[in-house]
């Protein structure tokens, strides 16, 4: 009898990392990079990729650039681990050709963020993401981060929202945990953290799990954070948690964004990285090295 193939992941599961995209030493997309960094990525627990988020550097990334990152990626995971695609936009039509594009270049579930900069209200933001998720036929992660678009998802629009069949996840960065647990105790939206010092404690509170920028350094120190919860090992998840944090302040609360710090420490490291792309300038050598010091403490803590 012939063994059935296994199926793929689901497109949120609950370790997934915020991948950067690497380009070359001219700036250019590097996609041989970018599927040596997934396929490690994946062997350090990532459940998902999230590509062409923030941290991706989807502002300055053209839209052919993001289609092929998710061939390439795709390609690189085989299957081991979903896809996810940043289609956000502060455009509503621009968003959903994106979407368009990463279904047919084969994405597994879509990221969106909330329009930024025009500040819709909340009627228009919830016909925006209706819109987006009627696009395609894939999932959709709607992404809450006011502290960067200027407006927030309010909990009540995401209430509304989960009714629609595609509309499945959310990545919470709105630092509102009254906010989050009435949307965890109304819906059945899987709510991940994208706050990497939250990773324990909205997991705790009925979260999903994480969408990371710190997981493209220590993927499986933050999957272990999350497997030791689910083995009843309440302590142990605690003090990983409290572990990274040192690294989780330089990476995501130093000033510098995470897509800078994080390509500093994956250059540092010997991994795929390459510069970033302006207006956004590389890390210094003080800050590499002081990123370099705090991942040493977390890699040889046991």
Known sequence: MTTPPTPPPPPFGRALCAMVTPFTAEGALDLDGAQRLADRLVAGGCDGLVLSGTTGESPTTTDAEKSALVRAVREAVEGRASVVAGVGTADTLHSVELARAAEKAGADGLLAVAPYYSRPPQDAIEAHFQDLADATALPLMLYDIPGRTGVRIDPATMIRLAAHPRIV?????????????????????????????????????????????????????????????????????????????????LMMASGLPGAVTAKALLSGLGLPSGPVRAPLRSAGREATDALLAAYEDVRDMP
């Open 169 to 249: 996840a959310v990545k919470d960065c709105a630092y509102d945990l009254m906010g989050t647990q009435k949307v965890l105790s109304r819906t059945d939206l899987a709510i991940h953290t994208g706050c990497d010092e939250y990773v324990l404690a909205l997991y705790a509170l009925g979260g999903a799990g994480y969408v990371s920028t710190v997981a493209n350094v220590i993927p499986r120190h933050f999957r272990s954070i999350i497997d030791a919860f689910d083995a009843g090992r309440t302590t142990e998840a605690a003090r990983l948690q409290q572990q990274a944090l040192p690294l989780i302040e």
